[in-house]
């Protein structure tokens, strides 16, 4: 999976400071690509209008969206954001989490 976060400048960098720290507490660095862009073609193709923004992308099923723009979230939001679309391999009782899985299962049972 790979998160693309969209704009530039002070907010865009303060944005990149909090999504690390959020993967990093759920134990996801190693599971998703993190990127950035200002691209403006990008940004017309998924509607973007205000920076900063975050989107999520997934090639395995072409899919591309917009979560947010115009805001940077709290910390906390975006850490529950994270563990209800990736899952944590750190959550309780050793399972993948809710979600997407941890990534790392190869028999599809999880730990």
């Known amino acids: 999976m790979i998160i693309k976060l969209v704009g530039e400048g002070v907010e865009l960098a303060n944005l990149q400071e909090l999504v690390n720290r959020s993967l990093a507490e759920l134990g996801l660095l190693e599971l998703v690509t993190l990127e950035t862009t200002a691209d403006p073609a990008y940004k017309m193709e998924l ?3 205000q920076n900063p923004a975050l989107c ?3 090639s395995s099923i ?4 917009m979560i947010f723009e115009g805001v ?3 910390k906390s ?3 529950s954001m994270f563990a ?3 899952g944590s391999p750190e ?3 050793g399972s993948c989490g809710s979600g ?7 028999t599809g049972g999880c730990h």
């Open 47 to 49: 509607g973007i209008t």
């Open 56 to 58: 999520i992308e997934e």
């Open 62 to 65: 072409d899919f591309k969206d």
């Open 72 to 74: 940077v979230p709290e």
């Open 77 to 79: 939001e975006l850490v």
């Open 84 to 86: 209800s679309i990736l």
């Open 91 to 93: 959550s309780e009782g």
């Open 100 to 106: 997407g899985g941890c990534g790392s299962c190869s």
